[in-house]
């Protein structure tokens, strides 16, 4: 099994390892900010992008399972300190490099007239099923919602700064 796991190309993992880092500094900004809606979706973003990376340990999962089953808004501080330990971890394990091209931004459909928003939505899932998918819309796209759960999808979102809406999309477990 090691031969296939060494098989994916250097440049992948090193995009992967880019997203990771990129990741991280947005979930330790949002818990930081305790906003906490956007910290959950940034969260699990990282771990799923955790998940798809070869290399991860027991140490790792671990933190992250920590993580995940703490309620930050009742111990802030605390959380912060795992969260900045899991960053620790990851840099100290080579898991968060950020000297790797940038990540694809987040697919930005403000501005289309519906029904387009859904249809590109369902177009990029359609391609890559078992990727995360983040999207960017005007406001908050509450009729997706009954279709993306009828599918096998799970959503989380929060509003952006600039008035439009972050939604992450990703495979339900």
């Known amino acids: 099994m090691t031969h296939i796991k060494g098989a994916l190309p250097a440049a992948r993992n090193r995009a992967r390892m880019a997203t990771i880092a990129r990741l991280l500094e ?3 900004h949002t818990a930081r900010a305790a906003q906490w809606s956007a910290y959950r979706m940034r969260f699990s973003a990282l771990r799923s992008a955790l998940d798809a990376l070869d290399g991860v340990d027991d140490e790792v999962r671990m933190r992250l ?3 995940n089953a703490a309620a930050p808004e009742h111990d802030p501080r605390g959380y912060l300190s795992e969260l900045e330990e899991l960053r620790s971890v990851l840099d100290e394990k080579g898991l968060a490099r950020s000297d790797a091209p940038a990540p694809e931004p987040a697919l930005d ?10 249809v590109r939505i369902f177009q990029a899932l359609e391609r890559a099923p ?3 998918l983040r999207v960017v819309l005007p406001h908050e796209p509450v009729p997706i919602y009954a279709l993306l759960r009828e599918r096998g999808f ?3 979102g929060s509003p952006r700064s600039d008035g439009g809406y972050e939604l992450l999309i990703e495979p339900a477990l």
């Open 154 to 156: 799970t959503y989380s």
């Open 65 to 67: 399972e920590v993580l």
């Open 26 to 28: 947005e979930t330790l």
């Open 130 to 132: 078992h990727e995360p």
């Open 109 to 118: 459909l403000r501005g289309l007239q519906p029904p387009e928003p859904i």
